[in-house]
């Protein structure tokens, strides 16, 4: 069935105006029908562009998963490396030898800031980076901060000082001052020695510095030296710092040339350096020189040998020549040899001959005969 619409022209009749149709409005931009209409509507142009940063965010994810889901199914294990990692452990309070090999069993570099430090001690590690607890690449770097100790200053100086005034100096400088006492040969009563540290050693303020202070040369005891040959006793007792006095040589039949008998002050006797040691020493067998004896008189021959110390035995013999007779003809040592003083002398004498016996007289004759008889 056809369903006829009425003809609103028709229907109006002939006297009616034409119908007019609605005007259609142009298509406009967004901004633009704001403009043109005034209506409070908001028209965001960075809408669309957030809208296709979305959407391109959301391609590329799906693209990404994709790509993943193909590695997965068909690529190998081979394909896909992953970096290890390792935490970084607490390494506050290790010694840094310990620390350092503590990093390197983890596989992990070190490096080292060092830092003076008032509560550390030296060589302590106080601190690192990455700190401990944080996930750290395998090969990656962790410096470690070590301490230095507390900050350090040079010892002063204070050799050769006398003891109050190196005190003066040290305790002005922040240190604990300790003192000692040693003998010296070379150093002063009341000067110091040395310190402990040495100067300009570097130490902390408050650190305790030892001065070593003189008491000068320390005494000497005499050595035992009774039995030590001559010249090595000397050494010695330079050697302790002594000095050699009086030496006096005595022979003593047995004994050795050149040994100590004896020592004066006595061995373990206490004397200040420089002091003086007596010695006797053994002396050689002594000797005299025979001295000239032919052609004195006996009896002064005798008197010369007796003056020096030698004996003498004295024998005669006959001489041709009177004027020889009691004078000595012949000696044994000869002159100017020497001879120990116990040595004897032998003299001999000229003797002049006895004289001649007197021819006997003959008697004179008492008889008478010869005379006449007649």
Known sequence: MTTLTPDPAAEAGPDAEPAVEPAVEPEVEPEARLYERGRPEVVDPRGRRLAFSWSLTLLLVLLGGAVFGLVRTFGSDED?????????????????????????????????????????????????????????????????????????????????????????VLEAAGYIVEEAHDFDDEVRVGEVITTNPEPFADVGPGAVVT???????????????????????????????????????????????????????????????????????????????????????????????????????VAYELVDDTTKAGRVIRQSPPAELEVPTSAFVSVTCGSAPAPPPAEAQAPPDTSGAGGDTG
Not at 93 to 122: H, I, K
Not at 248 to 275: F, H, I, Q, S, W
């Open 211 to 313: 001065i070593t202070v003189s008491d000068g040369p320390a005494a000497r005891e005499v050595p035992n030296l009774v039995g030590t040959p001559y010249y090595q006793a000397l050494v010695e007792v330079g050697r302790i710092g002594l000095l050699p006095g009086t030496i006096e040589r005595r022979y003593v039949e047995g004994v050795e040339e050149n040994l100590v008998l004896e020592v004066e002050p006595a061995a373990g006797t206490k004397l200040p350096k420089d002091a003086s040691v007596n010695l006797v020493v053994s002396a050689p067998r002594p000797t005299v020189e025979v001295p000239h004896l032919v052609g004195l008189l006996c009896s002064s021959a005798e008197s010369v040998l007796g003056e020096i110390g030698l004996g003498h035995d």
């Open 80 to 168: 896909v490396f992953v970096i290890p990692e390792v935490v970084v452990p607490d390494l506050r309070g290790y010694e840094v030898v310990r620390a350092e090999s503590t990093l390197e069993d983890l596989g992990l570099l070190v490096e080292y800031s060092y830092e003076e430090n008032e509560e550390v001690p030296e060589n302590v590690v106080f601190g690192h980076e990455p700190r401990s607890g944080a996930i750290a690449e395998l090969d990656s770097v962790v410096t470690l901060r070590v301490s230095l100790g507390p900050a350090t200053a040079p010892v002063p100086d204070v050799v050769g000082q006398q003891v109050s005034e190196a005190r003066r």
